[in-house]
Every structure is written in structure tokens, then in C-alpha cells.
């Protein structure tokens, strides 16, 4: 079993087609379920093609298999290295999956730049800022595309880039330039500093352009910068309720399955309600990290007892917990 894939790759690279149409369907298989982790983030673009997933699967992977003389040439070049190195079949799909997703990845930025054009000229306009300007903490590298903090440790987990949408989008207006929205980085980066502030360049102008759409004037979206006359204490009131209905109706999942206790999964709710005062009602706790609110809820919690033990419960139990706000905000509007 260790060698099949090695085998198919090899056959394939060398014009046999019952291995190239087995190679395909692999790599459309990594396609396909890559392109499904994506389609709450791409919603907008996915929405703009009219293919199934899995035919775009096929449109993202079909460069692969380009032929010159009978043979895959990139993949020959891609494996040719590869090969010789990796004897393991977990090791050849970990290298076949990183070439599938840096596909998909380029033909997503593709069709972006097709149906958006506004994608190109975000990344130009970052690029054109980093080039004449001095943003305070916050580092662009050419070579390797990465936008970062200047003082990070790579010891630390990357700051994962919908955690960056989310703390971006509760300061978010359309007017803001890019040099505005690039400062706003380095200061979630700085104000989040127990995760490595780092995010590829097209990936954040990705993030940039879905708040633009988010708060387009023609969009359906709740636009909050618009709506600042709502009263603290209604935010704080909806924030409330928002969070009670997902904590009663996550409680059968991980009370009554005896997955933690009654009072932890009180304490993550309390957290959660901190958080969503925290980035939505004005003047409390404004910039607070989760480990900060996790803090005054479990004070004597160490950073590595949290990032160990509670930090995947808090984050997850905030992310439904903003969703449920968010739409009941939509309908009281």
C-alpha cells in the first residue's frame, strides 16, 4: 500500500492514462474538498460561477495536467525531487495536497480578478503603501508575499486569518483607505501578540474586499458604521440573548454528553458575552484578547492552561455565538 501512490504518480508522469485518470480523481477529490471548506468564505465569488463544485474542482486542477511529448510535465517537475526524498504514502499526499491547494488558491485569485477587479488594484494599493510608507509594527516581504508583525516569534500558532476578518470587520468602514485599514493590522497583530501576526498579502486583500462587499451600500448586510445610534444597552440586551439561546442549545451536546462540566461551559459563555460587549458596545473592554476575558472569569488560569485546555472551547463557542448576533441584529433592523 505504501507505494501505490508513488506508483500512480510515476505511471502517470510517463503517459500511462489508467494512472493519469486515477491521479485526476485524486487531486479533483483534494480540489473538490478544499473548495468546500472555502464556500463560507468565497460565498460571493462561488455564488458568481455558475459550475458545480465539483466541475470547478476539475477547472481549478486541469493546469496540472498539461502535456508536452506524451508526459505531465509539472507534475515531473513538481515530483521529481519528491520522489527521491519521500518513501511514505502520508508524505506524497502531503506534497500532492499542498500543489492542489496552491492551485485552487491561484485560479480563486483568478476568477476573483476576473469577476472584481477591485482584488488587483487592493493588492497594488497595499503594496504601493508598504513601498512609500512606515506602517509602526507591521512588515511586507516581496519574496515571500507575507505581510507581519515586526517583533513575532515563530514559536507561536499563526494567527488564524478569519480571527483577523472578524477583529477587523467591528472597526471596518468602507471609507477607510488602505494605509488606515493596514495600521488596524498591526494593531490587532500587537493587541494579539500570543499568535504570530502573519498573513500572505492576497489572503488579506481577499479578507479586504469581503468587507467591502460586506458593507457595500447595495448589500443585505448590517452595516454597523451606519447604525451607531443603537443604544448601548439594547447591543449589550441583544448580546445577552444571542448568547443564552446558543448556550441553551449547544448544552445537550456538552453538558448532557458528559463532555465538560455544567460549569465550564458557563464560564466559556460568560467569556463569550465579554468578547461580543468588548467588539461591539462602545467604551467596554474595547481591544481585551480572549485569554484577557478568559482572565476575569478563571483568574488564576495560566496562558499555557488556556491555550492547552480552553482556548478551542472559547473561540468556538464566540464564533456561534457573534453568528446568532449578528442575525438577530439583522432582523431587528
Request: proline content about 2%; charged content about 30%; glycine content about 4%.
Amino acid at each position: 500500500m505504501i507505494l501505490v501512490l508513488r506508483e500512480i504518480i510515476i505511471k502517470a508522469i510517463n503517459g500511462d492514462s489508467a494512472s493519469e485518470q486515477k491521479l485526476i480523481r485524486i487531486c479533483s477529490d483534494f480540489a473538490q474538498a478544499y473548495l468546500n471548506s472555502r464556500t463560507k468564505k468565497d460565498a460571493y465569488l462561488l455564488s458568481l460561477l455558475s459550475a458545480s463544485p465539483k466541475d470547478l474542482a476539475m477547472d481549478c486542477i486541469a493546469d496540472l495536467f498539461e502535456k508536452r511529448e506524451g508526459k505531465l510535465v509539472i507534475i515531473e517537475e513538481y515530483f521529481g525531487p519528491v520522489l527521491e526524498k519521500s518513501e511514505k504514502q502520508s508524505e506524497l499526499q502531503t506534497h500532492l495536497r499542498r500543489l492542489v491547494f496552491s492551485k485552487v488558491n491561484e485560479n480563486l485569485y483568478n476568477y476573483y480578478r476576473a469577476f472584481d477587479p477591485s482584488l488587483g488594484k487592493i493588492i497594488r494599493n497595499i503594496k504601493r503603501v508598504f513601498k512609500e510608507d512606515e506602517i509602526e509594527g507591521l512588515a511586507y516581504n516581496p519574496e515571500s508575499g507575507l505581510i507581519s508583525a515586526c517583533e513575532e516569534s515563530r514559536a507561536l500558532p499563526l494567527m488564524p486569518y478569519d480571527l483577523i476578518e472578524v477583529k477587523l470587520n467591528s472597526e471596518f468602514k468602507s471609507t477607510l483607505n488602505t494605509k488606515d485599514i493596514l495600521i488596524k493590522l498591526s494593531e490587532i497583530f500587537q493587541t494579539h501578540n500570543y499568535y504570530r501576526g502573519e498573513i500572505k498579502i492576497n489572503l488579506f486583500a481577499e479578507v479586504v474586499r469581503r468587507l467591502h462587499q460586506f458593507y457595500a451600500e447595495e448589500g443585505d448586510h448590517f452595516n454597523f458604521s451606519e447604525h451607531e445610534d443603537i443604544r448601548n444597552k439594547e447591543l449589550k440586551e441583544l448580546i445577552k440573548k444571542s448568547v443564552k439561546k446558543v448556550q441553551l442549545d449547544l448544552h445537550t451536546s456538552y453538558v448532557a454528553k458528559e463532555k465538560m462540566t455544567d460549569e465550564d461551559f458557563s464560564k466559556y459563555f460568560l467569556v463569550a458575552e465579554k468578547v461580543l460587549n468588548g467588539d461591539y458596545v462602545k467604551g467596554i473592554e474595547n481591544g481585551k484578547s480572549y485569554f484577557e476575558h478568559f482572565s476575569d472569569i478563571v483568574s488564576n488560569a495560566s496562558k499555557e492552561e488556556y491555550r492547552e485546555n480552553h482556548r478551542k472551547y472559547v473561540e468556538y463557542f464566540v464564533k456561534i455565538s457573534r453568528y446568532k448576533f449578528i442575525q438577530s441584529l439583522k432582523n431587528e433592523e
